[in-house]
Nanobody
Framework: QVQLVESGGGLVQAGDSLRLSCAAS????????MGWFRQAPGTEREFVGA????????YYGDSVKGRFTISRDNAKNTVYLQMNSLKPEDTAGYYC?????????????????????WGQGTQVTVSS
C-alpha cells in the first residue's frame, strides 16, 4: 500500500510556471507507475501525464503536451509535475495516483480507473 500527498499548488498568472510534487510513503515506491490527473468543478477527471516505475517512459494528455513534464526521483519517493506556460484553462485540482507495476501500463495509463491509490489533491488556479 502507498499513501500519496501532493503539494506545490497555488495561484499564478497566465504564462507562469509551477511545479507540483507528490510524496509517497512506503519503501516500495519504485514498484508503482505514477500518474497525474486534474479535475475542475463540474467536469470529469482528466488525464495529465504518467510515468513508468523507472522513469523510462512518459505519457501526456493532448492539452498539456509540450508544456508539462512529469518526472520522478525514486530515492526521494517523489513524482513531479513541471507546468510551464500555464493557461486559465489549466485551473483545476491536481491529483497524483499510483498503479502497481505491471506490463499493461502503456495501454491504461490515461484511465483514472487504472490506478489503485490516490492523493487528496492540490489546487492550481491560473488567472488571466
Amino acid at each position: 500500500q502507498v499513501q500519496l500527498v501532493e503539494s506545490g499548488g497555488g495561484l499564478v498568472q497566465a504564462g507562469d510556471s509551477l511545479r507540483l510534487s507528490c510524496a509517497a510513503s512506503g519503501r516500495t515506491f519504485s514498484s508503482y507507475n505514477m500518474g497525474w490527473f486534474r479535475q475542475a468543478p463540474g467536469t470529469e477527471r482528466e488525464f495529465v501525464g504518467a510515468i513508468t516505475w523507472g522513469g523510462s517512459s512518459t505519457y501526456y494528455g493532448d492539452s498539456v503536451k509540450g508544456r508539462f513534464t512529469i518526472s520522478r526521483d525514486n530515492a526521494k519517493n517523489t513524482v513531479y509535475l513541471q507546468m510551464n506556460s500555464l493557461k486559465p484553462e489549466d485551473t483545476a485540482g491536481y491529483y497524483c495516483a499510483a498503479r502497481q507495476r505491471d506490463g499493461r501500463f502503456s495501454y491504461v495509463a490515461y484511465k483514472s480507473t487504472s490506478y489503485n491509490y490516490w492523493g487528496q489533491g492540490t489546487q492550481v488556479t491560473v488567472s488571466s
